[in-house]
């Protein structure tokens, strides 16, 4: 559904990603792990077309390069990290901004665009802040909104950096859970930044793990955190344990650095 090949970033005088290559089918969930700085965030743009790089990036068998900003918008929605947000747009009106790429340049949203909007803000427990101004919501709700805009578009790819991390666990759990039903039951093709390990292992198909711009490991959760590999490229101490469902569960060991 989505594949990139030989992506490279310089940003300033400095190469942050190098050669890395992905390729995610439809459906799939492919988490984008490593540690700070390794280019993840980088890689997302990349793919998006929202960061000047090398290599190509194909959506659903169609060049990235050559697809106008509307078409891609219907291919492919992105939930930046922490985007500025403008202060007093609401958050109804805010998620409804997902709808654009099917509004007529000189029309306005639909019933139908409204509906769609509201049924994901109540998905997102947004429903109540709909007519609150974004300069008025704490970050976990501020990351919902970013996060429901990008539900919003209906998008069949969607690339998520970092969307859990201003949120409590029960919003964590909320989150991936909907991003994961969507997955199951429309063949949603996700590609994810995530910090959390075991989360990441909990939730994906296939882990990258990114260390200096450069693919230090592909493959299935068990193959990539490894204790190995986990405490080589995060410089951490840590134990990895299969978890109540066989996948792997990283804990930190104390006193280990
Ligand atoms: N405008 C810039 N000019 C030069 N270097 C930059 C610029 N923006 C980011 N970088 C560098 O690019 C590298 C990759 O950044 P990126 O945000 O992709 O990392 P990341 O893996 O997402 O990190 P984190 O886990 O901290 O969010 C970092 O070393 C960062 O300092």
Redesign the pocket.
């Known amino acids: 559904m989505i594949a990139g090949i030989g992506l490279s970033?310089t940003?300033?005088?400095?190469e942050?990603?190098t050669a890395v290559d992905l390729s995610v089918r439809r459906g799939e969930w492919l988490a984008?792990i490593?540690?700070?700085?390794?280019?993840?965030?980088?890689?997302?743009?990349a793919v998006m077309g929202i960061v000047a790089h090398r290599g190509e990036v194909t959506i659903a068998d169609r060049p990235a390069a050559s697809l106008k900003p509307r078409a891609r918008a219907r291919l492919i929605a992105y939930a930046p990290?922490s985007p500025a947000l403008p202060p007093d747009m609401t958050v109804s009106g805010y998620a409804l901004l997902g709808r654009t790429p099917y509004i007529s340049y000189l029309g306005s949203e639909s019933r139908e665009d409204r509906r769609i909007t509201a049924s994901v803000l109540d998905r997102l427990d947004l429903g109540p802040l709909a007519d609150r101004r974004l300069s008025e919501l704490s970050g976990g709700e501020r990351q919902r909104v970013v996060l429901a805009r990008a539900l919003a578009q209906q998008a069949p790819v969607l690339l998520l950096?970092?969307p859990t991390t201003a949120l409590d666990l029960g919003h964590q759990q909320q989150v991936l859970e909907l991003v994961d039903r969507l997955r199951l039951a429309d063949g949603l093709t996700v590609v994810s930044?995530l910090?959390d390990l075991t989360v990441a292992g909990q939730y994906a198909d296939t882990l990258l793990l990114?260390a200096r711009?450069h693919a230090a490991a592909h493959g299935r959760p068990a193959q990539v955190l490894t204790e190995a590999l986990v405490g080589e490229h995060f410089d951490a101490h840590v134990k990895v344990e299969p978890g109540p469902d066989g996948r792997p569960v990283v804990h930190l060991v104390r006193g280990g650095r």
């Open positions: 970033v940003l300033g005088e400095r942050v990603l984008v490593g540690p700070n700085g390794a280019g993840k965030s980088t890689l997302l743009k990290q950096d970092e930044t910090h990114l711009g």
